[in-house]
């Protein structure tokens, strides 16, 4: 979709110089590079299947269906262990492979979860279906029953997979296949993406059940941001992952990111009405329209799938924004505006609403502007604000979550000079207000203090720090690239995608517990990622900006050692 030239001209005032930026996406690559871990472990295990060849020529032996079987000796130690599982034919010499990609990865200290497990973990996860990425360096997430490793959402327990749709923004194929491989499935994929960060985008090279389409942003200042799976089944049923996650090692390793899961959605009767199938919240019309907004042919296979299927058992809200300059009623369709609509119709509050502090969570941070009416309290506070009583009552607190300079000297990631964080060092010094807004990311109480925290969250909490109205779980940070700004319309520049829990339409209550309640309700804890009570930052602390990676030599106050 194109803008209108007015919106053209004032979108380059939105360049928030977020991660959503072509800057960041360099500083991105670029840390990557200069990490000791950050490479794909794909790229290892290429070279290690060449190296370890001789060691696993009896495994090689049972791949009898390899379409290279004529010269095996010659051609099976130069590919790589995802070619390798791409080739073979049978059910056995997939799960040789398998066994070699465990075997080769846990030499990278990667512990691989029990497969054939997954569907009893998700059952429990009820009624939120929410998880965070587990942490390899912290092993106190490990047997947490809400923790997730990539491979566990494509587990056979939930069924097999015979095409899946990837949207996301940075990728790497290698590392993505790697996770398929793992899980002992064997499919058609589509992605697409923003970035490439693997070694084949620069060898144009990609196995031949990918397709791959990078997205085409109508300006420079936007971003495909998006993170959205879409898993076809066997029975062609579907499933859809909403994440916060990138496609690639770092992000899944040793970084705080959500997940929201959805049940197995089946196929309708061929007697179905077009409405049929509808979730509650209208989850498949607006994924629908969402798809729609590409305008892209080969997503047609996908819009098809999600409308043959049923939504009914999905109690949660889809939020997504489009780019674009979006005028009356359609401006309620995408980013805060879309939030707000629903806000509005089921959010419910106590006579005390004020008293709820809004809190946002996010890992990069915009251009807000010079002073905090300027946008945040002008569209964001307003939207966050909305609830189903009506009248006029003053603004909540504002209380943002992002992690100072001492948060990431006492990371994982810093260890590695990488980082998932961005704001630039120039934004901030003409913005420093908000540094008064400003909280220490905290989550001791799940073990991911060090785990930098990637995701994006948005939520209000009662004052005894023991209740919450509804919960945002999204790819979008706090930017205006990310939500929009409204003037005459609502002007967007990202993709993004994200859902929306509402206690009504979960629990039939009006707020969800986020912690153990005395009286015994049967209502379950909603798991939110950072701790209680907010920690404000005390003085001298500053915000992590790009560019301020020190020598990890010089941190003697680490906690994460």
């Not at 490479?39 to 001789?54: C, G, L, P």
């Not at 034919?89 to 080769?104: G, L």
Request: glycine fraction near 4%; include cysteine; aromatic fraction near 10%.
């Amino acid at each position: 979709m194109q803008m209108d030239m007015e919106a053209q001209a004032f979108s380059r005032v939105l360049a928030d110089e977020d991660c959503d930026s072509s800057e960041s996406i360099k500083a991105k690559k670029e840390s990557q590079e200069t990490s000791e871990t950050g490479s794909s472990v794909t790229n290892e295990m290429e070279q290690m299947s060449i190296e370890s060849s001789d060691q696993t020529q009896d495994s090689q032996q049972n791949i009898s269906d390899s379409s290279s079987r004529n010269n095996e000796q010659d051609v099976i130690p130069l590919m790589s262990i995802v070619d390798m599982h791409q080739t073979c034919n049978s059910e056995e010499s997939r799960e040789e492979v398998r066994k070699m990609a465990i075997q080769i990865t846990t030499q990278f200290g990667i512990s691989i979860a029990e497969p054939g497990e997954f569907a009893k973990k998700y059952a429990l996860s009820a009624p939120y279906h929410l998880f965070y990425t587990r942490v390899e360096n912290s092993k106190e997430t490990y047997n947490q029953q809400l923790s997730i490793t990539f491979p566990e959402i494509l587990d056979r327990s939930l069924g097999e997979i015979v095409n899946s749709l990837h949207l996301n923004f940075m990728v790497d194929v290698g590392w993505l296949c790697l996770q398929y491989l793992l899980a002992g499935q064997c499919t058609d994929m589509m992605i697409l993406y923003g970035d490439r960060v693997d070694h084949l985008a620069t060898l144009e090279r990609v196995p031949s059940n990918i397709t791959m389409i990078e997205v085409d942003m109508p300006t420079d200042f936007g971003c495909h941001h998006t993170k959205i799976m879409i898993l076809q089944y066997k029975d062609n049923g579907i499933r859809v992952v909403v994440s916060t996650a990138n496609l690639y090692l770092d992000d899944w390793e040793n970084r705080t990111e959500g997940l929201w899961i959805s049940p197995h959605l089946p196929l309708l009767p061929e007697s179905a009405r077009p409405n049929d199938g509808e979730s509650p919240t209208g989850f498949k019309k607006d994924l629908v329209r969402y798809l729609n907004k590409y305008g892209y042919p080969a997503l047609t296979q996908w819009i098809r799938a999600v409308q043959r299927a049923d939504f009914s058992d999905v109690n949660v809200f889809l939020v997504a924004s489009v780019p674009g300059s979006h005028k009356y009623k359609e401006a309620n369709l995408w980013g805060f505006r879309k939030l707000a609509h629903v806000l509005s119709r089921h959010a419910t509050l106590p006579p005390d609403a004020p008293e709820w502090p809004i809190i946002a969570q996010s890992s990069s941070v915009g251009n807000f502007g010079p002073k905090f009416n300027s946008w945040l309290l002008k569209d964001i506070i307003r939207c966050m604000s909305q609830e189903t009583t009506k009248g006029l009552k003053s603004h909540p607190n504002f209380q943002f979550i992002y992690p100072s300079i001492q948060n990431y000297k006492q990371s994982f990631d810093y260890q590695y000079l990488i980082s998932p964080l961005c704001y630039s060092a120039e934004v901030h010094s003409k913005q420093q207000w908000i540094v008064s807004y400003l909280y220490q990311w905290k989550a001791k109480r799940t073990g991911r203090d060090c785990a930098m925290p990637h995701i994006k969250s948005y939520t209000r909490i009662s004052p005894d720090l023991k209740r919450i109205p509804w919960f945002v779980l999204t790819s979008a940070n706090l930017s205006k690239s990310a939500w929009g700004v409204q003037r005459s319309n609502l002007d967007i520049n990202n993709y993004e995608a994200g859902v929306v829990f509402i206690p009504k339409l979960i629990t039939g209550t009006t707020t969800f517990p986020i912690e153990d309640e005395e009286d015994d309700s049967t209502v379950p804890v909603f798991p939110i990622p950072y701790d209680l009570p907010l920690c404000r930052y005390e003085a001298g602390d500053s915000p992590y900006v790009n560019g301020c990676h020190l020598d990890p030599q010089e941190s003697t106050s680490s906690s994460c050692e």
